[in-house]
C-alpha cells in the first residue's frame, strides 16, 4: 500500500524548533518530488516546501523562508522539515504529499507554537 | 506568493452543475498547465480530484472535470450530489520551485 506517515509535531514554544518526518512505503520513494503543506485551525491549505528526487532543488513559501528546511534520506524512506524560530502563526496540521500533483498524502502531525 | 482567489462559497442542488473558480495572474495559472484540485471533508486529509488542469486520477467521478482559461481554472462538478458537500481547494505551479493554494471554496448541497 502506498502510504505516507507523518510524526514528530508536538507542543513547542515561541522561538523553538521542531522536526518533522514524512516516512513513505509501497513505492519508490527517491523517483518522487516531495511537499509539505499545512493547514492552520479552521484554515484552509497552505503550500510550505517542496523538494527534488535527491535534495539538490528546494522551495520554500515566503513565510518560512530562512526559518524551515526540507530534506530527505532516501536510504531511509524519509522527508523532513526542521523547522527553527517558530511562531504562533505556524500552529497548523502539517501533510507531506507525494509528486507534483499530490497524489498521494499523510495523515498530518499537528504543531503547536505557545508559551 | 499571493493565494489563487476561490470564491469562499457555492452551492447547488442535487442533479445540478456547478463550477468553483481559482483565479490567478499570467505568472502562475496562467503561465502553467499545473493547476490541481482537492477535496477536503471536515477533519479530513485532503484527495487529489483533478491534475495538469484537466486530468482526473483514476477512480475519481466522471462528474468531476477541470478546465483553464487565462488565468482563471475551473472545477466543474455536474450531477451533483449529496457526498459532494465538502472544501475545494484549487494548487498551482508559480515557477521558481514555488506552488500556491488557493484559500479554498466551501461547497454546500442543498
Known amino acids: 500500500e502506498v502510504q505516507l506517515v507523518e510524526s514528530g509535531g508536538g507542543l513547542v514554544q515561541p522561538g523553538g524548533s521542531l522536526r518533522l518526518s514524512c516516512a513513505a512505503s509501497g513505492f519508490t520513494f527517491s523517483s518522487y518530488w516531495i511537499h509539505w503543506v499545512r493547514q492552520a485551525p479552521g484554515r484552509g491549505l497552505v503550500w510550505v516546501s517542496r523538494i527534488n528526487y535527491d535534495g539538490s532543488l528546494t522551495g520554500y513559501a515566503d513565510s518560512v523562508k530562512g526559518r524551515f528546511t526540507i530534506s530527505r534520506d532516501n536510504a531511509k524512506n524519509t522527508l523532513y522539515l526542521q523547522m527553527n524560530s517558530l511562531r504562533a502563526e505556524d500552529t497548523a496540521v502539517y501533510y507531506c504529499?507525494?509528486?507534483?500533483?499530490?497524489?498521494?498524502w499523510g495523515q498530518g502531525t499537528t504543531v503547536t507554537v505557545s508559551s | 506568493q499571493s493565494a489563487l482567489t476561490q470564491p469562499a462559497s457555492v452551492s447547488g442542488s442535487p442533479g445540478q452543475s456547478i463550477t468553483i473558480s481559482c483565479t490567478g495572474t499570467s505568472s502562475d495559472v496562467g503561465n502553467y498547465n499545473l493547476v490541481s484540485w482537492y477535496q477536503q471533508y471536515p477533519g479530513k486529509v485532503p484527495k487529489l480530484m483533478i491534475y495538469?488542469?484537466?486530468k482526473r486520477p483514476s477512480g475519481v467521478s466522471y462528474r468531476f472535470s477541470g478546465s483553464k482559461s487565462g488565468n482563471t481554472a475551473s472545477l466543474t462538478i455536474s450531477g451533483l450530489q449529496a457526498e459532494d458537500e465538502a472544501d475545494y481547494y484549487c494548487c498551482s505551479y508559480v515557477g521558481g520551485n514555488i506552488w500556491v493554494f488557493g484559500g479554498g471554496t466551501k461547497l454546500t448541497v442543498l
Open positions: 504529499a507525494r509528486a507534483d500533483n499530490m497524489d498521494v
Open positions: 495538469e488542469v484537466t
